[in-house]
């Protein structure tokens, strides 16, 4: 596991990370940023709770989420311990919650996005190599993540399986304004200036937002894949 995060650290040169800040008093409420690709050494399960620990014992917690997505593991674990938060919990989607970032976050007791926010929903992902029982294999155990993943969703938006269905074999992307209709979004935030998402997202989250800034620091996969115009 270890060699894998170092090889997504590697191939995402976004940066990210967790940090927190907050009065860690009962009464407050505290603050954590939840930026870069789940999975890797500076975002996982480990980091995310060692930042809400910082934060202390808080009647809300505010998470700030920015991701692609990334590994089903840490992302599982990383919604988990939301749900099982005593805080009230409130994600604040400040730019991307793709794939495993939008299961995360629904974890929320309230989901909020900025108005030029984007999320993206499908269906898991694997690679697999080896004969043709392998290759079912991964099929049965795809279909597994799935039959976890997909209740998130159907309780969330109130739709029919086969509906959901759909919507993630066709990778379906939302704005803000789209997912709210959709159930996904409870309230739509005001769009924050980039400098001031900067300032707030600390030593460990200001790297993905400067990616936004300056394109050519992308991977060329992602400038090919999310900045196509």
Avoid at 14 to 23: H, I, P, R, T, W
Wanted: charged residues 20%; aromatic residues 8%; glycine residues 10%.
């Amino acid at each position: 596991m270890e060699t894998f995060r170092k090889a997504l650290d590697r191939c995402c040169t976004l940066g990210g990370g967790v940090s927190a800040k907050g009065a860690g008093q009962s009464g407050t409420s505290a603050d954590i940023y939840i930026y870069g690709v789940i999975g890797s050494n500076k975002l996982n399960a480990n980091t995310v709770q060692q930042a809400i620990s910082k934060a202390g014992d808080v009647d809300v917690l505010n998470v700030h989420l920015n991701t692609f997505g990334g590994t089903f593991a840490d992302g599982l674990a990383i919604y988990n311990t939301l749900k099982n938060q005593s805080a009230y919990v409130v994600v604040r989607v400040m730019g991307y919650a793709l794939s495993m970032g939008s299961v995360i976050m629904l974890a929320a007791d309230d989901v909020q996005c900025v108005e030029n926010g984007l999320i993206m929903i499908h269906r898991a992902q694997g690679l697999t190599f080896g004969n043709v029982d392998d290759h079912f294999k991964t099929i049965e155990v795809l279909d597994k993540h799935e039959a976890i993943m997909c209740p998130v969703y159907l309780a969330k938006m109130g739709i029919t399986e086969s509906a959901l269905d759909d919507l993630l074999s066709a990778e379906t992307w939302y704005t803000a304004r789209e997912a709210k209709d959709a159930g996904l979004v409870d309230t739509i935030i005001n769009a924050v200036k980039i400098d001031e998402a900067e300032a707030n997202a600390g030593d460990s989250g200001f790297d993905v937002v400067s990616s936004y800034r300056d394109r050519s620091r992308l991977p060329e996969q992602f400038r090919r894949s999310f900045f196509a115009a």
